[in-house]
């Protein structure tokens, strides 16, 4: 069964998070104020606190208490907090996902895990910008969530298939949909109006070497989601950690998965993102 990637992407793209439409529209508005966004912000109550929550955790480990969005504002910076608003938005994007195919818990687990342990590689390797790896990480399986959604019976049958042959998710898709996760997830993005520092990693996490504008955070999105795999935070629907190539790792400085090397630092991460972002 093929799958038409502009049909299967149409309703969400669509429908993009409000909120973070509006703010990417003044960011790009050279006339723009904090105070614009603060209002924007502010419409939304629950946001604005859930926000707050996250900066003032230990996800950001700032030194004094941060009380206003503005006040956030002028800390983490418009570009940001525009990004974490799209970070705790498209958790509520998505609902209805068959629960015999998913848990929604376990898959913004394994999300979170995935775009925190992104964040401390990018950090190690001397990155900066951490929030976007943090954010790629997050959205890497977005497409599953369509394909569960739009083509449950078939996604119930490669699910049960990988599981009892241990087989790859991504290759059994490309197998039985002439498509995947990977591609629908960039699509929307894509169709979403995301940078292509954020649709590229998605598209190509599965296959990272095929990333031309933006190879590093590629393969660091690559390499983490194994290590989540392998350390079993959460689940996205894969039955095996994807194998990352020794050629991979080293070009990112590593001799194997760093799994001991960040263990500490990714529970301890993951435990404090996801008292705040779940």
């Known amino acids: 069964m093929a799958v038409d990637i502009e ?11 409000h909120v973070y439409v509006k703010l990417k529209k003044t ?3 050279p006339r723009s104020s904090f105070k614009e966004f603060s209002s924007i912000i502010g419409n939304d109550p629950a946001l604005s606190a ?64 995935c775009g925190v342990t992104a964040k401390i590689i990018a950090d190690w390797i001397g990155e900066r910008n951490l929030e976007n ?32 042959k241990k087989e790859c998710l991504f290759d059994v898709e490309r197998e039985i949909f002439g498509s995947s996760h990977a591609k629908v997830g960039g699509k929307l993005l ?17 296959r990272p070497n095929k990333a031309k504008d933006y190879p590093l955070v590629t393969k660091i999105i690559h390499v983490a989601d194994s ?15 994807n194998s990352v190539s020794p050629k991979i790792l080293d070009e990112l400085g590593f001799d194997e998965l760093p799994i001991v090397k960040f263990e500490n630092q990714i529970t301890d991460q993951y435990y404090s993102a996801m008292s705040v972002f779940l």
Not at 62 to 91: D, K, R
Not at 190 to 206: A, D, I, K, R
């Open 133 to 164: 790896y943090y954010l790629a990480g997050m959205l890497h399986d977005i497409g599953s969530l369509i394909i569960f959604k739009k083509f449950p019976v078939e996604a119930e049958k490669v699910l049960t298939r990988c599981r009892d």
């Open 27 to 29: 960011l790009e508005d």
């Open 190 to 206: 894509e169709g979403w109006g995301l940078p292509m520092s954020l649709c590229e990693p998605v598209y190509f996490h599965h």
């Open 7 to 17: 049909e299967a992407v149409k309703d969400w793209v669509d429908s993009p998070p």
């Open 50 to 113: 859930r926000l707050l929550k996250i900066v003032n955790s230990a996800f950001y480990g700032l030194e004094s208490e941060v009380e206003t969005v503005t006040h956030a504002l002028g800390i983490i910076g418009t570009e940001q907090l525009t990004q974490l608003v799209l970070a705790t938005s498209v958790t509520k994007q998505f609902s209805g996902i068959p629960e015999n195919l998913v848990s929604m818990d376990l898959f913004w687990r394994h999300s979170i895990a």
């Open 227 to 241: 290590i989540v795999d392998e350390m079993n935070l959460g689940s996205s629907g894969e039955a095996i950690a």
